[in-house]
Nanobody, 120 residues
Framework: QVQLVESGGGLVQAGGSLRLSCAASGIAFAIDIMGWYRQAPGKQRELVATITTRAGNTNYADSVKGRFTVSRDNAKNTVYLQIESLKPEDTAVYYC?????????????WGQGTQVTVSS
């Protein structure tokens, strides 16, 4: 099992920045991909960014490219999301996600979410 705990959300003015953190525990060594998703009120959860834990390959949603940066610290089993130039439309609950790949299929794990609210 993998446990994920997010932190770093809050209320920020438009144009500001935040850094979200997600600490993994349990069988964190087995995680292949970590990432961030977000869900705004009345909308579906959407991918924000992912990073592979070993090679560090990243992937971003088009809507956040250039403003969001995902990174990881394998020694701390932690993934970060640096958010710059925040916009009101970035307001959402941000969820940390971890995927463990295996021969029989993959397993997905989610954190409890952290609220990001951007005021205009």
């Amino acid at each position: 099992q993998v446990q994920l705990v997010e932190s770093g959300g809050g209320l920020v003015q438009a144009g500001g920045s935040l850094r979200l953190s997600c600490a993994a525990s349990g069988i964190a060594f087995a995680i292949d991909i970590m990432g961030w998703y977000r869900q705004a009120p009345g909308k579906q959860r959407e991918l924000v960014a992912t990073i592979t834990t070993r090679a560090g390959n990243t992937n971003y949603a088009d809507s956040v490219k250039g403003r969001f940066t995902v990174s990881r610290d394998n020694a701390k089993n932690t993934v970060y999301l640096q958010i710059e130039s925040l916009k009101p439309e970035d307001t959402a609950v941000y969820y940390c996600h971890a995927k463990v790949l295996g021969i029989g299929g993959s397993r997905d794990y989610w954190g409890q979410g952290t609220q990001v609210t951007v005021s205009s």
